[in-house]
């Protein structure tokens, strides 16, 4: 079996024992000897005798928690030799020894229960128990604490896997996500077994590090760890090439700034993957038709780069423009931009007087999405866009919002589409995306129905209505 180093320098409670491992908190031991209970005996007389019945609880089935009462347990802490332990409580949920590991009667106990219900415990070997083990009425400031692997013997339980709090918190300073964040004080380690794997040596631990000294949270995670060779290997989940939230560091600065040139992010460039940073990256993610789950791994970041650098064609309309050609762009400058994406318009039309507003304006039709200009500001000008047929648009355009071809009014509720009738009748909007005047393919009824298919609808000057 695998034996694991156990560093004691620094240590974590884990949270599924706390409110059993300080000073005031931990049970008293308990003893499993038969117990004694007098009752009345039933007879006539007005004088009864007592009658004395002795019960002896039941032998503890092999590789339950119970168990460890039946034999003597190593101490995998403190290397204190092996212990008698006994049940701690009368639910028989911890157990407890009752001689101290560093001398001090009443003072650092051995006391351990089983690892969290959630956990997924595989391998085994016949008889063998895993525990979470710490020290009680301690006195450490953060007590000791491991997983361990108990393996009978002749006469005795060994551990033979010990996963410690120091160990676990000296491996993650080998990542590059903890290493940015690790602290130069104490840390205080605390993880949720996932997985515990005995065949191949794999522990999946959900972890969470506080910095003693500043009283604060740096770390929270997912980690995956290698324990088969007798050393633990780590790795956090962001060590898979993916960001996440919770991660900090230069590849996180790098990213936001990325974000920041294509347009989605607008915070300070503080390296930290905090609410707005994984709001930015479901914002690309939506617009680009990839999977929108906030984090951003090799096909997001790849997809990221090209956009910034200009290697690919593909190019997003929104309430700010298309692309990287913004509403308010010179009208020289703004057609030639757009012919370069798209082409040689289908139709041209302009420059014309508006009756309506007497405005000068000027419009290009690449398929079905049209490009305005006009001179509304005083210089003419890039001003506006509208989808003629949703069904038919350049093959490298993307709406922003997500919207596809084959969406349907039901898909547009949920992004937050508003439907509303006036005098130019059946029409729908949706406020944050600066999408107006957009209208159904075919009359529908109020409401309409989820699968009402849409035509058109604009933004800017696409989505004016003159007159």
């Given at each position: 079996m695998r034996r694991l180093t156990s560093l004691m320098a620094f240590s974590m409670l884990a949270a599924v024992v706390a409110t059993g491992c300080g000073d005031d908190a931990a049970p008293s031991a308990s003893t499993t000897a038969p117990t004694t209970t007098t009752t009345i005996a039933e007879t006539s007389t007005t004088s009864p005798e007592p009658v004395t019945t002795t019960t002896t609880?039941?032998?503890p089935e092999p590789g339950t928690l119970g168990s460890l009462t039946t034999m003597e347990v190593e101490d995998p802490l403190m290397g204190s030799g092996f212990h008698?332990?006994?049940?701690?409580?009368?639910?028989?949920?911890?157990?407890?020894?009752?001689?101290?590991?560093?001398?001090?009667?009443?003072e650092d106990l051995i006391a351990m229960s089983a690892v969290e219900s959630e956990a997924v415990v595989t391998?085994?070997?016949?008889?063998?128990?895993?525990?979470?083990?710490?020290?009680?009425?301690t006195s450490f400031d953060v007590p000791p604490s491991a997983v361990v692997v108990y393996t009978p013997g002749p006469g005795r339980f060994e551990a033979t896997t010990v996963i410690?709090?120091?160990?676990?918190?000296?491996?993650?300073r080998g990542t590059t996500d903890y290493?940015?964040?690790?602290?130069a004080g104490e840390p205080q380690l605390v993880f949720t077994v996932l997985t515990l794997d005995m065949v191949t040596g794999l522990l999946i631990a959900r972890v969470t590090v506080r910095d003693i000294d500043a009283g604060q949270?740096?770390?929270?995670?997912?980690?995956?760890?290698?324990?088969?060779?007798?050393?633990?290997?780590?790795?956090?989940?962001?060590?898979?090439?993916?960001?996440?939230?919770?991660?900090?560091?230069?590849?996180?600065?790098?990213?936001?700034?990325?974000?920041?040139?294509?347009?989605y992010f607008y915070g300070a460039l503080d390296g930290k993957y905090g609410p707005k940073t994984e709001a930015a990256v479901r914002a690309f993610q939506t617009d680009y038709l990839l999977a929108a789950d906030g984090r951003a791994g090799p096909v997001t970041m790849g997809l990221l780069s090209d956009v910034v650098t200009g290697k690919t064609s593909l190019v997003v309309a929104s309430k700010n423009g298309v692309g990287t050609t913004k509403f308010g762009t010179g009208f020289d400058a703004a057609r030639a931009a757009l012919i370069g994406a798209f082409g040689t318009p289908d139709t041209e039309f302009g420059w014309y007087q508006d009756a309506c507003d007497g405005k000068d304006w000027y419009y290009a039709t690449w398929d079905g999405f049209t490009a305005f200009f006009t001179d509304r500001t005083g210089a003419r000008r890039f001003d506006g866009w509208h989808v003629d047929d949703l069904s038919d648009l350049p093959a490298n355009l993307l709406i922003a919002g997500g919207i596809r071809s084959t969406w349907r009014w039901?898909?547009?509720?949920?992004?937050?589409?508003?439907?509303?009738?006036?005098?130019?009748?059946?029409?729908?909007?949706?406020?944050?995306?600066?999408?107006t005047n957009g209208r159904f393919a075919t009359k529908v009824s109020d409401p309409p129905s989820p699968d009402a298919r849409i035509k058109s609808f604009g933004t800017g000057t696409g989505g004016f209505e003159s007159c």
């Open positions: 609880p039941p032998v008698d332990l006994a049940w701690a409580d009368d639910a028989l949920t911890f157990l407890s020894s009752s001689r101290p590991t560093t001398g001090v009667e009443g391998g085994l070997d016949v008889g063998q128990v895993v525990v979470r083990v710490w020290l009680a009425f410690d709090d120091v160990s676990l918190e000296a491996a993650l290493a940015a964040v690790a602290p949270t740096v770390y929270e995670g997912e980690i995956s760890c290698d324990f088969s060779a007798g050393l633990l290997e780590c790795v956090t989940l962001t060590d898979d090439g993916v960001l996440r939230p919770g991660d900090a560091g230069e590849a996180v600065e790098a990213l936001q700034e990325d974000l920041k040139t294509a347009g039901g898909e547009l509720q949920a992004i937050g589409a508003e439907f509303f009738s006036d005098y130019l009748g059946d029409r729908w909007r949706i406020s944050a995306l600066g999408y």
